[in-house]
Structures are given as structure tokens and as C-alpha cells.
């Protein structure tokens, strides 16, 4: 089942794309269906839905052509990249950073995730003054690049809180039979 996406998600990886170079940026769209670039080369509205699918193949495809060696490091690089873009200074999430205070991001995950995506659903639970479990349950199909980008987006995010020395572990997936993609984090 594939649902929808708001269209942050998408300019998040566009820009990633787009630092990457013209070079690797031309290849990756030329790659994609005449109907992707066309959804992608018109103005993509950060509160607008676009179709999950889109984002699939975009990341995908960017996987395909410019993994150099470690597509699992690809996939963390982007959500770090995500959460920088989204939660960095002019990001349009911005507004759940509280310095000093990573548990209030992550406490927000949920609502955020919610906002973002028209299936599925976060849990967020603190399991200690600096640590805490986020858990992905009945989104669309499950894949490990998804839970690649999210460990990045949750270190990142608990980085721009002031967390340090960063941990962030999937200690159960979906895409490997589990019942939730669970994230433990923790930091310093």
C-alpha cells in the first residue's frame, strides 16, 4: 500500500539531491518517469500531499546512481540531511527544537510523523532523562532504507537539541518480521 506524503518530505530530498551537484542531480531525474519529474520540477508546497510513491523512487533512484560503496550510509546521510533541513534554522519544524532539550523533540515525533505521512503512526516513550524508544507501527510496507533515514533523522534531531555522543539503534523492524520498527536513542 503505498499512501501519501506532505510535501516537506519531498523538498527535503530534492535538496539533498540538489547537494549532491548539477551533474548527479541531472542524472538521478533523467532516471525517473516523465510523470515523477513532472510532479518534481513543479513547485512542491511543503503542506500540499504528494503521492508516497514519488518520494519512493526519487530515493530510490538517487540510492541507485549515486551510492558510493555503503547504500546503508546513503540512507542516514539523507535523513540527517533531512532533519537539517527541516529542523535547521529556516526549517518549517523548526519549531520543535528546544536547546538543551532532545526529549522534547523526540516527544513531538509522533504529532510530526503524523503530519507527514497519511498512514501509520509513532510512539514515543522516555526511558531515562536522556534516552528514549520511538516505535513505527501499521505505516505503509516497511523497508529498511526508511529506517535507515529515520536512525539519521533522529540523530541529527537530537544533535540540532544539544544531545551529544548520539545513539540511535533499531533494535526491531518490520522489514526483518518484527512488529514495529523500534528505535531506542540515547545521548549525552
Known amino acids: ?29 533523467r532516471r525517473l518517469s516523465e510523470e515523477d519529474r513532472r510532479v518534481l520540477a513543479d513547485t512542491i ?23 558510493r560503496g555503503d547504500r546503508h550510509q546513503l540512507f542516514r546521510d539523507m535523513g540527517r540531511f533531512s532533519a537539517e533541513t527541516n529542523l535547521g ?45 520511538l516505535r513505527t507501527l501499521e505505516s505503509e510496507e516497511a523497508r529498511i532504507d526508511d529506517c535507515l533515514t529515520t536512525i539519521g533523522w533522529l540523530e541529527r534531531g537530537v544533535e540540532l537539541s544539544g544531545g551529544r555522543d548520539v545513539r540511535v539503534v533499531e533494535q526491531e523492524c518490520r522489514a526483518r518480521g518484527g512488529a514495529a520498527c523500534e528505535y531506542h536513542c540515547e545521548w549525552q
Open 45 to 67: 508546497l511543503p503542506s500540499s500531499w504528494y503521492s508516497a510513491g514519488v518520494l519512493l523512487r526519487l530515493e530510490t533512484t538517487i540510492a541507485a546512481l549515486l551510492t
Open 89 to 133: 534554522q529556516a526549517g518549517v519544524q523548526r519549531a520543535y527544537l528546544r536547546e538543551g532539550d532532545p526529549q522534547f523533540l523526540l516527544r513531538h515525533v509522533p504529532r510530526m510523523y503524523v503530519a507527514q505521512h497519511d498512514t501509520g503512526r509513532r510512539e514515543y516513550v522516555q526511558t531515562g532523562e536522556r534516552s528514549a524508544v
Open 1 to 29: 500500500m503505498i499512501g501519501k506524503v506532505k510535501g516537506t518530505l519531498l523538498l527535503a530530498r530534492m535538496k539533498y539531491l540538489r547537494a549532491q551537484g548539477v551533474d548527479s542531480t541531472e542524472r538521478v531525474l
